[in-house]
């Protein structure tokens, strides 16, 4: 029953957290001169690695992904196909979160961690946290996976986990679009709330601590 009190401690955090922006890039950018920086980083034997990194890590979300279009339209090649071939390891992966959309990203991931023998579970709870303030991101999360692996997430999650934490897994990424705004909270359901979780927990009734959880705003959990 860890995973539900980890996505406890995570709502509570989100809830607390301030968007303070983390990427302060040049007063003027050029999307053109960045996409030929990168061409000539791995262009040719060899790859320029702190090229890469000096460009796409002092580059915003949105710059980022329209440097990924301008190199398309520029060289008619995907810029991550490119930095595939041309990185490794975890250097890659990091690239990878930079240049692909973040549900793209995530899909990919949450594959990944299904892939093969045995399951990353600490991916698969990562992956949907990082969703979780965001519904719009599931959704699209949810279609890039459709689109790119043929299947449904939910099924696909049932079919490689089992037991409570398959029934956590399926109730996040099926989670509804909650009002988040404080004044959507109604102080008495909380109240209930909190003296039924008080009963789940003696009971130790996992399922009803997880249709809780799950099926409450992010805003009703921090009260």
């Keep these: 029953m860890i995973f539900v009190f980890v996505f406890l401690l995570y709502t509570a955090g989100y809830c607390y957290s301030v968007a303070i922006p983390t990427i302060r890039e040049p007063s003027y950018v050029s999307l053109v001169g960045d996409c030929r920086e990168l061409r000539y980083a791995m262009y040719g034997w060899g790859t320029d690695e702190q090229a890469i990194i000096d460009i796409l890590t002092r580059r915003t979300y949105s710059t980022r992904l329209d440097i990924v279009d301008t190199y398309r339209r520029l060289y008619n090649e995907d810029l991550w196909s490119e930095i595939y071939w041309e990185t490794s390891g975890y250097f890659r992966i990091a690239l990878k979160a930079l240049v692909l959309t973040e549900p793209r990203f995530l899909a990919g991931e949450m594959y ?58 399926v109730e996040l990424v099926n989670r509804p679009e909650f009002d988040e705004s404080v004044e959507a909270v109604d102080e008495r359901s909380v109240e209930r709330d909190v003296s039924s979780m008080k009963n789940f927990i003696a009971q130790y009734s996992i399922t009803n601590i997880i249709d809780l959880v799950t099926g409450r705003s992010l805003a009703h959990l921090n009260k």
């Design 112 to 169: 990944n961690a299904m892939a093969g023998a045995g399951t990353d579970e600490d991916t698969l709870i990562l992956c949907l946290m990082l969703t979780i303030g965001n519904h719009d991101t599931l959704q699209e999360m949810k279609r890039e996976y459709r689109n790119m692996y043929w299947i449904d997430l939910d099924e696909r999650i049932k079919g490689d986990v089992s037991g409570y934490f398959e029934t956590f897994l």
